[in-house]
């Protein structure tokens, strides 16, 4: 099993930043890509980025050029660095781990809001 804790969500105006945290715990070595998804009101939940423990990233179109995903050095913790952020980037950001046995886990997400 595989637990996992978001933080640094908030409230940040129209072309501001924001990073999250997501630290992982129990079965880590189980783990084979770490990632972001979010859920804006009212629409499903959507794919933000993703990393390999090869550091190969991925990431929706809408937010390339602008937010980073990376992990810590112990391959525990991801992280999203969100630069020049939109209104439409609200939304509840979950953080994502799939294990090799392509088990999927899920934080239980951290509020991001972008006022205009």
């Known amino acids: 099993q595989v637990q996992l804790a978001e933080s640094g969500g908030g409230l940040v105006q129209a072309g501001g930043s924001l990073s999250l945290s997501c630290a992982a715990s129990g079965s880590i070595v189980s783990i084979k890509t770490m990632g972001w998804y979010r859920q804006a009101p009212g629409k499903p939940r959507e794919f933000v980025a993703t990393i390999t423990n090869g550091g190969t990233t991925n990431y929706v179109d809408s937010v390339k050029g602008r937010f980073t995903i990376s992990r810590g050095n112990a391959k525990n913790t991801v992280y999203l660095q969100m630069n020049s952020l939109q209104p439409e980037d609200t939304g509840v950001y979950y953080c994502?781990?799939?294990?090799?046995?392509?088990?999927?886990?899920w934080g239980e997400g951290t509020l991001v809001t972008v006022s205009s």
């Open positions: 994502h781990a799939r294990s090799f046995s392509w088990v999927d886990y």
